[in-house]
């Protein structure tokens, strides 16, 4: 997979890129967003399948560089950066990003996260024309089309957020989705007041489900989801 590594730091961006490297990725080093931009213009070149995408850029703000990369292509963008805040991470959300990490992150993460926007929008494509009937987890079947949910064949009656929720996890099992994302994308608002909703939907699924591992709490930071043995 070519990846678009947008970092102004030389020493970090070297040090990653050999990580990345030794991963089987082809990393392509941009040092400010008008080489990044730049990146994404030859046709002929194969398209990124990840952009990795630093917000301390010398030359333009990264939220800015962020819209612009999102006018021009569908590609997934991981914002990695030191702002932590709430805000900064709802506003790149927003803006498009696909996920953000923030600094000083794990290697380890960091590629279960590439791995995991690349699979999705990979998923997305490949059911342009054949749309994805189902998600199978052990026991648990999604079926997206119709919105239904069973567990061992039985069908559990979920509620709309319920649902979008579980939806929004299931596709990206194991992965870590943070509190606020996870309230920017399944009730479309900010993190501010919507803390003990997350926490009573995810309380109402685990014994819906009858199953109460399979959404596990990451302490301080939010949930995932971990897929019962069949």
């Known amino acids: ?12 961006a070297a040090a ?6 030794r991963h089987g990725f082809q990393v392509v080093h941009a040092r ?3 080489e990044a931009l730049r990146a994404l213009l ?10 990795l995408l630093d917000l301390g850029l010398p030359d333009q703000d990264g939220y800015e560089v962020c819209g612009k990369i999102r006018k021009r292509t569908a590609t997934p963008v991981i914002m990695v950066t030191a702002r932590a805040d ?3 991470r709802i506003h790149g959300l927003n803006l498009g990003a696909d996920d953000y990490v923030t600094k000083p992150y794990d290697t380890g993460e960091l590629l279960a996260r590439i791995h995991a926007v690349a699979r999705r929008t990979t998923s997305g ?4 024309s054949t749309p994805v009937a189902a998600l199978r987890l052990g026991s648990v079947r999604i079926e997206l089309p119709t919105r239904r949910v069973s567990v061992d064949d039985a069908e559990v009656q979920l509620t709309r957020k319920e649902f979008d929720l579980l939806a929004l996890l299931a596709q990206r ?5 943070r509190r606020e994302q996870i309230i920017s994308e399944v009730w479309r608002t900010s993190w501010e007041g919507t803390g003990r909703t997350l ?3 995810v309380a109402s699924l685990r014994s819906k489900l009858g199953l109460p591992a399979l959404i596990e709490t990451v302490r301080g930071v939010g949930y995932r989801l971990v897929a019962p043995a069949a």
Do not use: C, Q
């Open 1 to 12: 997979m070519r990846l678009l590594l947008v970092e102004d730091d030389d020493h970090v």
């Open 16 to 21: 990653l890129s050999a990580v990345l490297a």
């Open 32 to 34: 400010n967003g008008e």
């Open 42 to 51: 030859p046709a002929e070149k194969e398209p990124f399948g990840v952009i």
């Open 86 to 88: 709430v805000r900064s």
């Open 125 to 128: 494509e490949d059911t342009a």
């Open 173 to 177: 099992p194991g992965v870590v989705f």
């Open 199 to 201: 926490e009573v939907h």
